[in-house]
């Protein structure tokens, strides 16, 4: 159905009128396949019927068997997550999207039909919010499949993510974070250090995230921290923290993982008053060499938000900075040392050519 879909107009009206419920939600899946791929919306408007009875869609959209497999799947979901049968792996979790994304097809292909929204009414209206709510409580564990995530909803354009949004929200999380979660627990007991050090990272993450959302992060609504010298010159190139570690030879960081050994360190930058270094997976470390204010800490200012350093125990003037995904895919980071002689900014990445 697929493949002349777009040039047999009186094939898919006739698999749209079909009695079998089956046959016409195939035909309205196939052209939401067609427009979630990014097929262009002229030359299917040319290939679809007109708007057709609303009753008859809606007796498609919400025909048994599409409302009894979203039923079946979200029950398989969870059981998936728990660990149970195939001890939850990708293919057991993710296997368990495919009725609702067939639900979705339909609905984007029918809306196009119908050149209007489709109300979330009926049979099907409820059988997909309940799979929605199911899967919503244990979102966050569909991280730790992100690589076989990607793969599978690559052929998805921008445009339409929002719509499949299991596939696609925590993407770009490290999916160390799901299967770490019990170590790190562990750690947090053990030492009330390690919780402090935990909530502040948390902290940090939230900050960025709203930072990201907030409409006053282009401009107006706050005075952004005054930027270092040679920050804002003349066709400097801005590039993320992200970037720049891995360009300096300290492969591809990722976010803090409490539970990792630190690997060897890598220089990342010298300047007469500081070292700045990078210790995998998400350590920076700051070596001071000018004095500093007493009692000053370090501070790191990604996109609006500050990490305070943390003195390394045994070293002297040495503080780290533990980042998570949200910093290191920032491209605004100023480092802040409080210097004897007066505080100094440093821009991190800096300016290409400084």
Not at 156 to 167: D, G, L, N
Not at 175 to 183: C, F, H
Request: charged share 25%.
């Amino acid at each position: 159905m697929t493949s002349g879909i777009t040039q047999d107009r009186d094939a898919l009206r006739a698999a749209l009128d079909d009695d079998r419920g089956e046959v016409a939600g195939g035909a309205l899946a196939a052209l939401g396949r067609l427009l979630v791929g990014g097929a262009a919306e002229d030359e299917l408007a040319r290939a679809a019927p007109g708007p057709l009875d609303p009753a008859r869609i809606a007796a498609v959209l919400d025909r048994e068997e599409i409302t009894e497999a979203l039923e079946v799947q979200a029950i398989a979901l969870i059981t998936a997550l728990d660990g149970e049968g195939d001890e939850g792996g990708a293919e057991a979790v993710l296997g368990c999207f495919e009725a609702r994304d067939r639900a979705e097809l339909e609905r984007i292909g029918a809306a196009f039909v119908q050149r209007s929204a489709i109300e979330e009414v009926g049979a099907g209206g409820a059988a997909r919010l309940a799979f929605d709510l199911a899967v919503r409580t244990r979102a966050f564990e569909l991280v730790a499949h992100n690589a076989e995530r990607a793969r599978r909803a690559g052929w998805i354009v921008p445009a339409y993510r929002a719509r499949f949004w299991w596939w696609f929200e925590g993407q770009s999380l490290d999916p160390r974070g799901v299967t770490a979660m019990s170590a790190v627990a562990a750690l947090v007991a053990r030492w009330p250090e390690g919780r402090e050090r935990f909530e502040q990272l948390v902290a940090a993450e939230q900050g960025w995230a709203a930072q990201a959302r907030s409409p006053a992060r282009s401009g107006a609504a706050r005075a952004p921290a005054k930027a270092p010298a040679g920050a804002k010159e003349a066709g400097a190139k801005v590039i993320r923290l992200r970037d720049w570690v891995e360009r300096r030879g300290a492969g591809e960081p990722s976010g803090v993982a409490l539970a990792a050994a630190p690997l060897d360190e890598v220089l990342l930058l010298e300047t007469e008053d500081a070292h700045v270094s990078w210790a995998a997976p998400g350590t920076l470390i700051v070596d001071l060499l000018s004095d500093r204010r007493p009692s000053g800490v370090p501070e790191l200012v990604v996109e609006g938000a500050v990490v305070l350093g943390v003195a390394v125990p045994g070293a002297e003037e040495r503080f780290a900075f533990a980042l998570g995904e949200g910093a290191l895919d920032g491209a605004r980071a100023v480092l802040r040392l409080p210097l004897a002689r007066g505080d100094r900014e440093i821009a991190l990445p800096p300016p290409e050519g400084a």
